[in-house]
């Protein structure tokens, strides 16, 4: 959030990657929802249901809405560097670039498959340097920017591998949604 200036991050909690299979690779979708809220109590991060109380699949609809529906706000989006390996398979990839800049948070390990990425064939021509990262609500879109931060080796796919149940002690917590 400092590296952006960032007055908060919402965390969307999706119901579904169309990338992953649903029954391998992703835990039970209020599982999730509610291991977020609580890891981010305490913070200026809002988790959401906002995906799933809307229908949308795909990044790019899901942003599409949240900028039909505030439109007096700035958003930039957040996605962790090993997901850039993938980013050209997403929907209108291309399309969602052109809506928000992209902040992408460095992951230990993933620099090299990143900057090669098929997706950066066509954004290489919009990096924008990190130094300037604090200044993104000035950028043109499309824009990119890698964010070198301080490195976390903690990783979803690790965590699962360590304890692949973790999610049971989260399946009996019912709480209502947090809007945006």
Request: aromatic share 12%.
């Amino acid at each position: 959030m400092e590296a952006l200036d960032l007055d908060e991050v919402w965390w969307l909690v999706s119901p579904g990657n169309p990338l992953k299979d649903r029954a391998k690779d992703m835990a039970p979708y209020a599982a999730r929802l509610a291991s977020a809220r609580v890891i981010s109590r305490r913070s200026r991060i809002r988790v959401s249901d906002f995906e799933a109380r809307n229908g949308t699949r795909y990044t790019v609809d899901t942003v599409r809405l949240l900028l039909r529906r505030w439109p007096n706000h700035r958003f930039i989006w957040l996605m962790g560097e090993d997901t850039v390996a993938q980013f050209h398979q997403w929907k209108h990839w291309r399309a969602l670039a052109r809506m928000v800049p992209i902040a992408v948070l460095s992951r230990p390990g993933y620099d090299d498959d990143a900057r090669a990425a098929r997706a950066m064939g066509w954004l290489r021509w919009f990096v924008r340097p990190a130094s300037q990262a604090q200044n993104w609500t000035e950028w043109s879109v499309p824009a990119i920017s890698f964010l070198r931060l301080p490195p976390d080796r903690i990783s979803a796919t690790k965590l699962r591998a360590r304890n692949p149940d973790w999610y049971r002690r989260f399946s009996s917590r019912r709480r209502g949604p947090v809007h945006p």
